[in-house]
């Protein structure tokens, strides 16, 4: 791992907590909660992650996370998280969850956003960590069961920055919560969403002009559509990409052929973000390195990257300074001195 990044101070903004159960915590949970798993090892269980495709990896992943039950059980997941994050310089962290993946389980919504929110609490007390949640919509459920959700999570309204929208994305367009998402900006929710992960560049376009969206999650399709570019690059609009899902996922060959630094260079605000390494090979530190190994990202690309990361995310504009004067500090220690 290279130095310059292993101590780039970073922010993370696309981070799926129910992402980060490693298969050793799948095992301890199940043991603790006297749940039968499917699988007869941590090796065997780790053998199932070989994804063809983004439904492919989803089928994984929620069944990975009937394990989580209790408040305890996700502030371990949390916990075990934000360990990893501070090891790898992660200075603020913006996490999405997934409420109805559990509460369709019977799991209580307030164990899921105390122990979460418990966690982050304590990162913040202790290492001076802070953090945003965010609540994803599940984009497979009917808007229907969004606007349940929405309601159910009326009680927890302090502890919830912002709405997103994940799961299986083609066919599942943006369209399908326009009214969810107009009833949450009532709400003074921040709203967010996946688009153009898998699915068209048409969707980020709907995520922008439909839902309202401030920022986009994967957007990496973009690349195929250059006034999409240009308009993204023009307006500052932040997509939160994730490179070695990407390659997991197969929306990438290999990542070689990852757009990021097209879209760095055409002046969006593209960020790295490890979305669900525990599924797919590496937290924040990871992602960075493969874009220095892959692509060939020099240190001056990664100092932007990181950059941008702070203009994107939710921190009050003193705090981003403060973040931002500390990256740009860190930069110019290693001889890079960047224009604006
Ligand atoms: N990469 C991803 N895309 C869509 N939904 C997700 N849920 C968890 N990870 C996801
Ligand atoms: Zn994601």
Known sequence: MSTFISELPKVELHLHIEGTLEPEMVFALARRNGITLDYQDESALKAAYQFADLQSFLDVYYQGMQVL????????????????????????????????????????????????????????????????????????LSEAEAFETLHHAEPFRQQLSGIGLDSAEKGNPPTKFSQVYAAAREQGYRLVAHAGEEGPAGYIRDALD??????????????????????????????????????????????????????????????????????????????????????????????????????????????????????????????????H
């Open 69 to 140: 039950l209790t408040e305890q059980d996700f502030f371990d997941l949390t916990w075990a998280y934000l360990v990893r994050a501070y090891a790898d310089r992660v200075r603020h962290v913006e996490i999405f969850f997934d409420p109805q993946a559990h509460t369709g389980r019977g799991v209580p919504l307030a164990a899921v956003v105390s122990g979460i929110h418990r966690a982050l609490e304590q990162a913040r007390q202790q290492w001076g960590l802070t953090s945003r949640l965010i609540m994803s919509f599940l984009r497979h």
């Open 210 to 339: 439909i839902l309202q969206v401030e920022r986009i999650d994967h957007g990496v399709a973009a690349i195929t559509d250059p006034p999409l570019m240009a308009r993204l690059a023009q307006e500052r609009i932040p997509l939160t990409v994730c490179p070695l899902s990407n390659l997991k996922l197969n929306v990438i060959k290999s990542m070689a052929e990852h757009p990021m630094l097209q879209l760095l260079h055409a002046g969006l605000c593209v960020t790295v973000n490890s979305d669900d390494p525990a599924y797919f090979g590496g937290y924040m530190n990871a992602n960075f390195e493969a874009l220095q190994q892959g692509l060939g990202a020099s240190n001056e690309e990664l100092l932007q990257l990181a950059l941008n990361g702070v203009e994107a995310c939710w921190l009050s504009p003193e705090e981003k300074a403060v973040l931002t004067r500390e990256i740009r500090d860190y930069g110019e220690q290693a001889g890079i001195a960047l224009q």
